[in-house]
Each structure stands twice: as C-alpha cells, then as structure tokens.
C-alpha cells in the first residue's frame, strides 16, 4: 500500500500552509555549519521572516540525484540569510552523513518561522494520526495465516527453507498489494508460514494469489504446496503451479487427511534464478463461522461490511462485485476482534471472503518513518492547529483551515458508512 514518510507531511504542511521556506542547498564547497539557496533566500527580501533561533531541518541523501544513504538532522539559523547568495550560518552544526556539498551529496532542507518549533510539527502529527479524521478502510482476506493478508512489513511469519532469499516488497502496479517474493537459488528453494492447526478429515478452502515478479523471467516458476506435518506429506492440490507476470489466483478445497493435526504453507521458487511474488494467502476451515482476527501492526478500529468472493479470476474479482454477508463484529480487546458471520455456512463454504477494517495509522518516531495516511490531509490538519491564534498567520491559518475542515467532513462520512454497514446483510446463495 502507498507510503508517505514524515519528512513528507512536514515539507508539505511548511510549503503549502507557509509555516516556514524549503531551501535546495548549492554549496559546492559546503561545511557543516552551512546551507546555502540563492534563488529562496539571496534574492531580495529572502531573508524576510528568518530569524535567528528559527529552527532548520535537513535531508541529505548521499547519491546527487538520489537513490543514496538518506540522513537527517536540525539545527538553528545564528546568522540570517545573507544577499545575494543565501547563505544561512547554522549553530550547531549539522550531523549529516557527509559535509553537505552539491558534488556529494542532494541536501534538502527547511526553516520554520518563528514561533514554530519542529518537535511541535512532530507532535501534532502524531496526535493528528490517532485520531478518527485519520481513519482507513483497508479490504483484507479472512484466513487462519498468521501475515496472510501481507499486512505486516517484516517477514518474520515467514522463514526461509534453502539457500534463496525472502524479501517483503511494497504494493505496486499491477497487484495493489505488498507481497512476499521468494528469489531461489537453487531448485526448489521455498518460504514457509507459521504452523497451522488443523481437524482431521474435515474440509478446509485454500488460496494464495501469486506471480512472477517483474524483475523475474518468463520462465521462472513457482509452486504452492500444502504440507501435512503430522503425515510429513504434500497435501494434493490441482493446480499448484504460478507461471505468469500477471497476478493468478489458485484455490483448492482441501480434504484433511487421516490424523493431520498440524500443516504449513510451503511457497517455492522451483529452479534456481527464479523469482516468484506471493500475495493473499486464505485458509479457513469451510464449516467455520466465527473468526479471530489476527492483530496487525494498526490495530483494527472498526470492521465495516463483509463479502464473499465467487470468483477466482484476478482479473474479474472485486470487492463491488462480491456478495454481502450478515455478520456482527465484537472488540474483545483493543485491536483484536471477533468476527460473526450470520448468513447460511453454504453462503461461504468453498469460497474467499474479504471484510473492511477500519483503522488509524501508529505514531511517527523518525522523519523517515512511514504511515498509510495521506500526505496533505495530515498536513492540512497539523497547519491549520500550529496556525490557530498566531499573530501575523491570519491568511495562512484561514486557508489550512479550510482543507482542514474537508478532511473532517470526509472523516465523519466515513464514520456514518461504518455504522451503516452494522445493517444485517444476507449474502445471495
């Protein structure tokens, strides 16, 4: 799913809302106690609204044109922008990764003006992120695997049997979400889930959605095995094979066998070389109607409606398209719920079923820490509160306020949905 860093939010909400000026440093022989921006602060009156004390954060990445070791610091203006060159003497000097120079390094930075502090702007972030206006709806898969939906950003669900390697990849086109990619180096190099329970001959549906990753070739393969740890055997499954760039969906209703009590998930890159991602894993006893959900890194607010899939075509499945189910949500502790479904078990049996949760984005530690939560509504609402009685700030804080006000309004739409999809909804059989 898309990111934004806090470094993000902050350079947003100081050049749209006027909180302070962001600066390019163009010192090509730079120190540490100095950044340098002609064009923002050498030109005249660039040096309007910056005074000493104000505060200055920087980010420098270590490859000019990026893609390089990124580090932060800040610091404070001791000697106000000079003209024409713009340049700002800081105390005390900047720990960055190396002395910011043009021919080393991208250094980017911001002065806020005064009376605005950077650990305000950190602090009313993170309130900001607690709160219900900061709300998402994600679409997860009801399954019995532990990081099934792929919430989690860490592998540690996820253990690698070989020599291959396991990496987390974040959500891109085409798939939308992020995926567990297995890379093999020798054959049959394979990722395992967490142990997983299970009863006896009694029926289980099955799915994973997989592809070849986009840095793959068209002739690497994956495969998905079912393994039965009590019998030390590969469960049969009909069609276990991913072969293709484009996101395949592979189901399979699954008989336990005879004194199975335990089994894992096995995802395997078959020949050295290839790269394989795997998305969505589903598994859930079929006559089973009541769920545990699994607790996530953002704790689950609020769970809205629940579908059922009844197609297994990537292509043509959506949560629109899919069938409403009766069901009741009960919060048992914060962040874990217990999931009701009230429709007929035939509604659900043999098929994937997908359910809304609702939930707020954890706090912000670093500037390069990431949230779910958009950029501009979280930066509207932080500029419109640091802005709100400030003397001098009247234009500004009116037009924070006014794109404040529309991120509330959307939060509070969102609200009713959620207390609409309480409504008992029988799924179609």
């Known amino acids: 799913m898309a990111t934004t860093t806090r470094w993000d939010i902050k350079e947003y909400a100081v050049d749209t809302y006027d909180l302070g000026r962001l600066g390019t440093n163009d010192e090509g022989t730079g120190t540490t106690a100095i950044l340098s921006d002609d064009s923002q602060f050498g030109a005249h009156r660039g040096a309007d609204r910056i005074e000493v004390g104000c505060d200055v954060r920087a980010r420098q990445d270590s490859t000019p044109g990026g893609g390089g070791t990124v580090t932060y610091d800040g610091s404070r203006i001791a000697k106000r922008p000079t003209f024409p060159a713009g340049t700002i003497t800081l105390d005390p000097v900047l720990a960055l990764g190396e002395v910011q120079d043009t021919d080393l390094n991208d250094t980017t930075f911001y002065v806020l003006y005064l009376p605005f502090r950077d650990e305000q702007l950190n602090k009313e972030i993170n309130k900001v992120l607690g709160e219900d206006s900061m709300w998402q709806k994600l679409i997860r898969p009801l399954t019995a695997v532990t990081d099934g939906d792929r919430r989690s950003t860490t592998t540690t669900a996820w253990s690698e049997t070989g020599d291959g390697a ?103 890159a078959d020949n050295a070389g290839d790269i394989i991602d795997w998305a969505n ?49 009960v919060q048992l502790t914060e962040g874990l719920w217990q999931l009701q479904l009230k429709g007929p078990n035939s509604a659900v049996s043999g098929h ?78």
């Open 166 to 268: 396991i990496t987390k990849v974040a959500a891109t086109f085409p798939l939308g979400e992020r995926v567990l990619r297995m890379t093999g180096v020798t054959a049959n190099d394979f990722i395992v889930s967490t142990t997983i329970a299970v009863e006896e001959k009694k029926s289980y549906y099955a799915e994973i959605t997989g592809m070849i990753a986009s840095t793959g070739a068209a002739a690497d393969q994956g495969t998905w095995i079912v393994y039965d740890l009590t019998n030390a055997a590969a469960i049969t499954i009909g069609d276990p094979t991913i072969d293709r760039f484009e996101p395949e969906i592979l189901s399979e209703n699954l008989s336990m066998p005879s004194g199975c009590e335990q089994i894992e998930f096995r995802l395997e």
């Open 352 to 429: 994937a079923v997908y359910y809304e949760e609702w939930v707020a984005p954890g706090e912000l530690a670093l500037d390069s820490s990431t949230t779910i939560a958009p950029k501009k509504a979280v930066a509207a609402v932080v500029a419109e509160r640091l802005l709100r009685g400030v003397a001098g700030f009247e234009d500004e804080h009116t037009r924070a306020a006014i794109d404040a006000s529309k991120v509330i309004d959307r939060a509070q739409t969102q609200r009713s949905y959620v207390t609409s999809q309480r409504v008992q909804y029988q799924a179609r059989v």
């Open 281 to 329: 894993v589903t598994f859930r006893k079929n006559e089973q109607m009541t769920f545990t959900l699994e607790d996530k890194p953002y704790h689950i607010l609020d769970i809205g409606e629940v579908r059922v899939a009844r197609s297994s075509d990537w292509g043509q499945r959506t949560f629109e398209d899919m069938y409403p189910i009766a069901h009741k949500a």
